[in-house]
């Protein structure tokens, strides 16, 4: 149980596109999901938290209109990068955690994305 | 200073090792305490919650100790497929959200 997808798993495109990053609870609800930057070497970084049915809540630093986020149901949460840049080139990983459940977080398996 | 402090390693080890990670963490309002490990170019995945009176589960042992605001995780007789990246993670409320901050990992690599 407790399984998240993620989708793209790789994507790689050019500067100036937009890039759609899809995250599904598989197996449970979750009314909260978060989504994670981690470049080489270094630990997860949270970039939002979302809650479904209203506006995510963003970490300092991270631009809301850059990062695009939408929590439409219980199982759907999409992350859009706007206009891509080389340096938003990362490896992008959404969690969630069950509904009325504890603390523990079941992570995606990840999107590696690489603007050009 | 981080907000969860871990020694980043490596860690060789031989297989059939002891080897014992430790993580400290700065905000005292911590709730709960989980390691994961991560595998090169993977997700993190739970290895195991930490309990204040202490955890075991197979030949992993965790330990919090909430005055020293420590955690630590202790492998026995360690595997080839131990080697991976191990996450000290804390969660903990921000305003009315359940987080989780997570250290940058010990990386260990088991040895033949």
């Known amino acids: 149980g407790a399984v998240v997808s993620q989708h793209p798993s790789r994507v790689i495109c050019k500067s100036g596109t937009s890039v759609k990053i899809e995250c599904r609870s598989l197996?449970?609800?979750?009314?909260?999901m978060f989504w994670y930057r981690q470049f080489p070497k270094q630990s997860l970084m949270l970039m939002a938290t979302s809650n479904e049915g209203s506006k995510a809540t963003y970490e300092q630093g991270v631009e809301k209109d850059k990062f695009l986020i939408n929590h439409a149901s219980l199982t759907l949460s999409t992350l859009t990068v706007t206009s891509a840049h080389p340096e938003d080139s990362s490896f992008y990983i959404c969690?969630?955690?069950?509904?009325?459940?504890?603390?523990?977080?079941?992570f995606g398996p990840g999107t590696r994305l690489t603007v050009l | 200073r981080k907000e969860v402090e871990q020694d980043p390693g490596p860690f060789n080890v031989p297989e059939g090792a002891t080897v014992a990670f430790n993580c400290t963490y700065s905000?005292?309002?911590?709730?709960?305490f989980f390691w994961y490990r991560q595998d090169c170019r993977k997700e993190p995945k739970l290895l195991m919650s930490?309990?204040?009176s202490g955890n075991e589960d197979g030949r992993f042992t965790a330990q919090l100790n909430r005055a020293s605001q420590y955690i630590s995780l202790l492998i026995r007789d360690s595997k080839l497929s131990d080697s991976a990246t191990y996450l000290c993670v804390v969660g903990f409320s921000s305003g009315s959200a359940r987080q989780l901050t997570f250290g940058s990992g010990t990386q260990l690599t088991v040895l033949p």
């Open positions: 930490v309990y204040s």
């Open positions: 905000n005292s309002a911590s709730q709960s």
């Open positions: 969690s969630a955690r069950v509904a009325g459940g504890t603390d523990t977080q079941y």
């Open positions: 197996d449970f609800q979750a009314t909260t």
